[in-house]
C-alpha cells in the first residue's frame, strides 16, 4: 500500500510560481512512475506531467516550459515546480504512484490562479 499527501496548493496571481509537494509513504526506489494530473471543474482529470524510477519525464503539452516535476529520493518525496502560471492552471492537483500494477492517488491539493 502507498500513501500519498500533496501539499503546497494555494491562490497565486497570473504570471506567479507555486511548488507542490508529494509526500510518500515508502521508499520511491520502489514506484515505477509518479505523476502529477489536475482535475478542473467540470472537465476529465489529465495528466500534467510524470517521472520514471529512472527520471525519464514527460509533460502536457499546456504546462511544456513551465512546470518542472522532480522527485527527492532522499526524502520519499515528488515535485511540481510551476511557473508563469495562467488561470487555466486552476484546478485540483493530484499526485499519481504507479507501483506493481496498481495506481495509487493523493487527496489532492487546490490551486487557484486569479488576480
Known amino acids: 500500500q502507498v500513501q500519498l499527501v500533496e501539499s503546497g496548493g494555494g491562490l497565486v496571481q497570473p504570471g506567479g510560481s507555486l511548488r507542490l509537494s508529494c509526500a510518500v509513504s515508502v521508499s520511491v526506489f520502489t514506484i515505477a512512475a509518479m505523476g502529477w494530473y489536475r482535475q478542473a471543474p467540470g472537465k476529465q482529470r489529465e495528466l500534467v506531467a510524470r517521472?520514471?524510477?529512472?527520471?525519464?519525464?514527460t509533460y502536457a503539452d499546456s504546462v511544456k516550459g513551465r512546470f518542472t516535476i522532480s522527485r527527492d529520493n532522499a526524502k520519499n518525496t515528488m515535485y511540481l515546480q510551476m511557473n508563469s502560471l495562467k488561470p487555466e492552471d486552476t484546478a485540483g492537483y493530484y499526485c499519481?504512484?504507479?507501483?506493481?500494477?496498481?495506481?495509487?492517488w493523493g487527496k489532492g491539493t487546490l490551486v487557484t490562479v486569479s488576480a
Open positions: 517521472i520514471t524510477s529512472i527520471g525519464i519525464t
Open positions: 499519481n504512484a504507479e507501483n506493481r500494477g496498481a495506481n495509487y
